[in-house]
């Protein structure tokens, strides 16, 4: 595996190496294992946990963090994403992080031979967060198996949706979306779709996502939202004892989800920031030293 830039394309056993090597990180807090090399950040979409998260790790991990300015770099010349990537490989970046609006936006960086990270894809994947996602819930839970995750809202054009969907499900975890009936299909996913009201009583994971209002076409009356498909005070008043509600954030409070469960007992919302990290360092330790063991083996 050169490249990190889906849930599809690791193995079960893959997941768990890196939630393994996660939790040794979080164990550590703070080691270094890298000093002078650097990873570019280069995020053409906004961003603040992913990419913040991603710098402090390479912090951590003891590399230097190069964030592209895409606001006032050449990409407003026009340069090409192959031929800014190419660029900070030849600069010397260990690894390539990256945010981009298109999906599957890494099939034109097949060629750059340094590791090329997804930092998010349009409404494809988001294999970060999915991971720490998978953390947080391995965490809670101890096992995948049996684990009911509600997956509600804006299900289509989620890329958080996409990635965890395939993970959760590779993992042995019970998968169920609801949201508005146009948003609950994924083309690519057979998926058992619920109300809210029944997703939300029975789940073990109630995991609610943002509205995606800039991947939308047309504009959506949001007045009612809240009361329709959000996460009410009254509705988690009906969530079983032991589970707990997730969101990858940005939320938006009393939209998806009402204002005061953002901190309350059951939320891991801050949790799976802090998580972030430390799988993110899982990451970039993991496919820096794949890429170095490839180097070799090309030396050999
Ligand atoms: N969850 C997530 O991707 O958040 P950011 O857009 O702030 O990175």
Redesign the pocket.
């Known amino acids: 595996m050169r490249h990190f830039t889906t849930m599809e394309q690791l193995e079960k056993q893959d997941i768990y190496e890196l939630l393994e090597e996660a939790k040794r990180c979080k164990k550590q807090n703070g080691f270094k294992e890298s000093s002078e090399a650097f990873i570019a950040n280069v995020f053409y ?9 991603f710098e402090a790790a390479e912090k951590r991990l003891g590399y230097t963090p190069l964030n592209v300015d895409c606001d006032h770099s050449s990409i407003q010349k026009g340069e090409s994403l192959y031929d800014t990537v190419r660029t900070l490989q030849a600069l010397g970046a260990a690894a390539v992080v990256i ?1 981009h609006p298109e999906n599957n936006y890494y099939n034109q960086l097949q060629d750059i031979s340094i590791p090329i990270i997804n ?2 894809d349009g409404s494809g994947q ?1 294999p970060s ?1 999915s991971l720490l996602d998978m953390f947080t819930i391995y965490e809670e839970f101890g096992t995948f198996q049996g684990v009911r995750v509600a997956i509600i809202g804006d299900v289509l054009h989620s890329r ?1 949706a996409g990635s965890n969907i395939s993970a959760l499900q590779k993992l042995g975890a019970e998968v169920i979306v609801a949201g508005p009936s146009e948003w609950t299909k994924r083309v690519d996913q057979s998926l058992n779709v619920m109300t809210v009201d029944e997703a939300v009583a029975n789940a073990d994971v109630v995991m609610m996502l943002r509205v995606q209002h800039e991947r939308h076409v047309e504009t959506l009356d949001m007045r009612n939202y809240h009361e329709a498909y959000g996460l009410t005070v009254e509705r988690a008043e009906t969530m079983k004892e032991t589970s707990i509600i997730m969101h ?3 939320f938006n409070r009393d939209v998806e989800i009402a204002s005061e469960l953002v901190e309350c007992h059951k939320s891991r919302i801050f949790t799976q920031v802090e998580n ?1 990290v430390f799988c993110r360092m899982a990451i970039i330790n993991a496919m820096v030293r794949a890429n170095l063991v490839q180097e070799l083996k090309g030396v050999m």
Do not use: D, N, W, Y
Request: hydrophobic residues 10%.
């Open positions: 979409e906004p961003s603040t946990r992913t990419k913040l998260s945010r930092g998010g988001h967060q958080v990858p954030g940005p972030g």
